[in-house]
């Protein structure tokens, strides 16, 4: 049946994160202890004010289709959240709710990018851009940057990949799978540079915005010289434990706007309206009912760097936000137990998870294979016992 299956679909990568979820719940169903460190998920619940919201929604016959950008309130909420966090101006007209902030970047690359155009992905990268990529029939162009640098590319680097073909450049600050950030600074060289070239459009997922712990969250539409070449990517998962209730967002000029509108309108239409009212109450409520989250994920973090400082050949940066660890354990590669040899990331990460059942995943998935993702969106508990169990298996490499 493989045979009839279109080119595109053949082509296209299983998400390597999904993969290893996948893998550490058959472990799970055959009895073992499996720490899964793969997911980036929030491991709180939804603060009951925002499900109070979805269930008065409910109540209220809040069941019928909505515009296909959402509802009027809702992107109005958003403006005014864009307004007040980021000092950045929009008018409904200008927002997008999608099914999730992955939808909101599948709208703006297919609806900028034509087949054979390029697009720039600073890598590490989260491992959807790539295959979003692959959708548009476009050709990505990777632009390495190095944990000495906190895994940040600069202008320069940009400059000198950009060529006639080149139409987007996607990054995400803070990033999925590092934790880097750009500061204000940083942005402000990135957009003058990107003055001199006025066919590059620039995509900026900021969907981790509300976990930072160093400095505070900058955006690059914030320079008004080249806000109408950026769409600003964002939603409610990370920073609202609102995962499951898949609403993202985005902010564009409107004519970007509208051609996103008329994708999604053909492709899913607007996402759940009783997930749209959920969204409604948490943009608009005050953000310290998720303030613990933030205090825990800094102390997570702190937690698993003072950890790994323990384990040989380990080498980390420190991330100011998002909730992972992007390690550098090249150093274990070509060692072996006796009976398993570790070639690359990914036998490393088979490696500890057959070994002492920790899950991972490689940082080839992210366009490092020299590291490893090592979400800490659990609980301390679980962080120490995890930490043990891949120094023990590390400790058997010779």
């Avoid at 309130?73 to 200008?94: F, H, S, V």
Wanted: hydrophobic share 40%; glycine share 4%.
């Amino acid at each position: 049946m493989k045979n009839f299956l279109s080119d595109r679909i053949n082509k296209l990568s299983e998400s390597e994160t999904l993969a290893m979820a996948n893998l550490s719940r058959e472990l799970k169903a055959k009895g073992h202890d499996v720490i899964s460190l793969s997911l980036g998920e929030p491991d709180f619940n939804t603060p009951d004010c925002i499900k109070e919201a979805a269930k008065k929604a409910i109540d209220e016959n809040f069941t019928f289709y909505t515009p296909v950008s959402g509802y009027l309130d809702l992107r109005q909420a958003i403006c005014n959240k864009l307004k007040t966090d980021n000092n950045l101006d929009y008018e409904p007209g200008q927002i997008v709710v999608s099914n999730g902030a992955k939808q909101s970047i599948a709208n703006a690359v297919l609806s900028l990018v034509n087949p054979g155009e390029e697009i720039i992905i600073p890598a590490p990268y989260w491992v959807s851009y790539k295959e979003i990529v692959k959708l548009a029939e476009a050709k990505a162009v990777y632009i390495s940057a190095t944990i000495e640098n906190d895994f940040k590319v600069t202008p320069k680097q940009l400059e000198d990949a950009i060529t006639p073909k080149t139409k987007l450049i996607i990054f995400s600050t803070p990033c999925n799978p590092t934790g880097s950030a750009y500061t204000q600074n940083e942005l402000m060289a990135i957009a003058e540079m990107l003055m001199k070239y006025p066919h590059v459009f620039i995509l900026s997922d900021e969907v981790y915005e509300k976990i930072i712990f160093d400095g505070e969250h900058q955006s690059i539409a914030q320079f008004s010289f080249i806000k109408d070449r950026v769409i600003t990517v964002n939603g409610v998962s990370k920073g609202f434990a609102m995962t499951g209730w898949r609403i993202g967002y985005m902010a564009a000029h409107k004519d970007i706007a509208k051609a996103c509108d008329k994708l999604q309108g053909q492709i899913t239409s607007a996402p759940s309206s009783i997930a749209q009212r959920a969204a409604l109450y948490a943009l608009k409520t005050d953000s310290s009912i998720t303030a613990h989250m933030l205090v825990a994920f800094r102390k997570r973090r702190d937690l698993v760097l003072e950890l790994l400082k323990d384990i040989p050949g380990i080498k980390t940066n420190v991330p100011p936000g998002a909730f992972y660890v992007f390690f550098d354990a090249s150093s274990y590669f070509g060692k072996t137990d006796g009976q398993t040899k570790i070639n690359n990331d990914s036998d490393l990460c088979m490696y500890i998870l057959n070994k002492k059942f920790v899950a991972m995943v490689p940082g080839s998935a992210f366009g490092d294979p020299n590291c490893i993702r090592f979400s800490y969106a659990t609980s301390e508990n679980l962080l120490i016992e995890a930490i043990k169990r891949i120094k023990e298996a590390l400790a058997e490499l010779k």
